[in-house]
T-cell receptor, first 115, second 114 residues
Framework: DTAVSQTPKYLVTQMGNDKSIKCEQNLGHDTMYWYKQDSKKFLKIMFS???????INETVPNRFSPKSPDKAHLNLHINSLELGDSAVYFCASSQTSGGHTGELFFGEGSRLTVL | AQSVSQHNHHVILSEAASLELGCNYSYGGTVNLFWYVQYPGQHLQLLLKYFSGDPLVKGIKGFEAEFIKSKFSFNLRKPSVQWSDTAEYFCAVKNAGGYNKLIFGAGTRLAVHP
């Protein structure tokens, strides 16, 4: 069983479109994240949710809207896609309560290409 | 603000050579430190982590790292690399308290030639 799964793995779309990436974790973790990895492999945190509550919101354009329907899911919706949004988006999860170390478990990434 | 610096962007080694990848961080408080590896086309996997105790930590696949608090460093080492170690290596740091916000370095691309 895949611990952190993302769909779709590849997404090619035109500028101006709206798209969503879904993430699910079956590890029972209480915290989920979205990271963006650019073409130079630099990883930057975008959002984090703890038990469905937004706790980290980095300087990300309003066009990006995360949604966490429950603590096992964290989806990312992007409006009005721009060329600069092309990247690999990684979902991750961790257990942060109960004395856990908070190690992040990553999904396989969703490669978004905006034409 | 916290930051992580990985000095070597691209390292090329022959098999059986020894490896050391540098990682320095900037943060004055207590930190937790990590090394992640990303094999070509795959997701990030944890190699090792430091939270407290012995500053020399051992991870998977023969990797180890040493936390030197006075130097704000957490360098990754392996005595003898293999072709299968070809990957991107990321150092990461987080504030030991507060939210679980991992800050990553820019990564080091390691290429091991047979």
């Amino acid at each position: 069983d895949t611990a952190v799964s993302q769909t779709p793995k590849y997404l090619v779309t035109q500028m101006g479109n709206d798209k969503s990436i879904k993430c699910e974790q079956n590890l029972g973790h209480d915290t989920m994240y979205w990271y963006k990895q650019d073409s130079k492999k630099f990883l930057k945190i975008m959002f984090s949710y703890n038990n469905k509550e937004l706790i980290i919101n980095e300087t990300v354009p309003n066009r990006f809207s995360p949604k966490s329907p429950d603590k096992a899911h964290l989806n990312l919706h992007i409006n009005s896609l721009e060329l600069g949004d092309s990247a690999v988006y990684f979902c991750a999860s961790s257990q942060t309560s109960g004395g856990h170390t908070g190690e992040l478990f990553f999904g396989e990434g969703s490669r978004l290409t905006v034409l | 603000a916290q930051s992580v610096s990985q000095h070597n962007h691209h390292v090329i080694l022959s098999e059986a050579a020894s490896l050391e990848l540098g990682c320095n961080y900037s943060y004055g408080g207590t930190v937790n430190l990590f090394w992640y590896v990303q094999y070509p086309g795959q997701h990030l996997q944890l190699l090792l982590k430091y939270f407290s105790g012995d500053p020399l930590v051992k991870g998977i696949k023969g990797f180890e790292a040493e936390f030197i608090k006075s130097k704000f460093s957490f360098n990754l080492r392996k005595p003898s690399v293999q072709w299968s170690d070809t990957a991107e290596y990321f150092c990461a740091v987080k504030n030991a308290g507060g939210y679980n916000k991992l800050i990553f370095g820019a990564g080091t691309r390691l290429a091991v030639h047979p």
